[in-house]
């Protein structure tokens, strides 16, 4: 069975960080292209990050470049979102999601194919 395991989220001051994990289990990460999004209350589903398959490389919204950083760890089947200096307009619930092909940007929620149960993010002082 494929599934996505997010955890890390939780209750962060202003400025501080915190650092995401998504795990897989029935399949090898590096085979995918994998991607972070988030949801607010009363917001549609945004696009965070993602790095992708074959060259690594990564990609991120505009909103989180220079806070954020994506990687993998292959050896441990584990993406990871670093967030540093989280602002009160981070706090969402965060998704990973694995895209069976090679993606070249923060693409849309529809090119990604398994989906994690999502983990709640919450900055507030």
């Known amino acids: 069975q494929l599934q996505l395991v997010e955890s890390g989220g939780g209750l962060v001051q202003p400025g501080g960080s915190l650092r995401l994990s998504c795990a897989a289990s029935?399949?090898?990460?590096?085979?995918?292209?994998i991607g972070w999004f988030r949801q607010a209350p009363g917001k549609e589903r945004e696009g965070v990050s993602c790095?992708?398959?074959?060259?690594?490389?990564?990609y991120y919204a505009d909103s989180v470049k220079g806070r954020f950083t994506i990687s993998r760890d292959n050896a441990k089947n584990t993406v990871y979102l670093q967030m540093n200096s989280l602002k009160p307009e981070d706090t969402a619930v965060y998704y990973c999601?694995?895209?069976?092909?090679?993606?070249?940007?923060?693409?849309?929620?529809?090119?990604?194919?398994?989906w994690g149960q999502g983990t709640q993010v919450t900055v507030s002082s």
């Open positions: 029935g399949f090898t990460l590096d085979y995918y292209s």
């Open positions: 790095v992708s398959k074959s060259d690594g490389s990564t």
């Open positions: 999601a694995a895209a069976r092909v090679r993606l070249f940007g923060v693409a849309p929620w529809y090119e990604y194919n398994y």
